[in-house]
């Protein structure tokens, strides 16, 4: 492949943006949803250009094979920094390495199974039928600096740091959480009530510890917080209001204004 020029290589126009599987169950929609929408400010001040891309169950291109999406692995969510959003004025149909040369920073996959898939260190000299290993793949073959493997049914993730071409299974802080170091923000589970569900779900917070809200809990907050000041002017007024008119010119109220 290396002697080929890039420009007969195919990109992301002329492959498969799809293998033919369905989600495999109907979590992982909403999770990628809640980590999206979580993190969209960070990466908003981070790449002001607006250069990054995320992909949710989007093939990430790596080989050239026969069929073509042999070649590729769609992790449930991955980010990649320093990309256009967009090719051409087209949306992304995959992410194909041979044309854009930058890995993602992360990636990460939501566990169906028992997560050997997840896990499976298979080369592809020792692969069935040319199978190759999720996890060699993103060691090995596209080097993910962070990879994490999350299960909801054990309310567990497992985060990887690629150090000296190896992954390095990271271990949680004080607060159990996962320190994503370029990004300055950290991953956990929160166990909590989201899209009609309550579960342990896989989540962001800063490098102070605190939660990242998705835009709807941000609105949430805001409209709590405006309460909050509402009601306090209005102790506030019925106070002022028990307060004879010289008390209030004394305090400079002009006492109409209070009615």
Known sequence: MTSLSALTLPDHTELPDSDGTFVKNLQEHPQSILITDSIKPVLEQRHPDGQYCIGQDSGIYWRLTDPPEKGAEAPDWFYVPNVPPTLNGKMRRSYVLWKEYIAPLIA????????????DNTPPSQGEGGNVGKYWVYEQAIRVPYYGIYEVAKAQIEVYHLIDNTYQLMQPNERGHYPIAPLRVELGIWQG????????????WDAQGNLLLTGEERAEVERQRAETERQKRLLITEKLRTLSVEQLNALGIDPEMLD
Not at 193 to 204: G, I, T
């Open 193 to 204: 009530f989201y899209q009609n569900a309550e579960l342990p779900w896989l989540r962001w």
């Open 108 to 119: 990460l996959e939501f566990v169906s199974g028992d997560g050997s898939q997840e896990r």
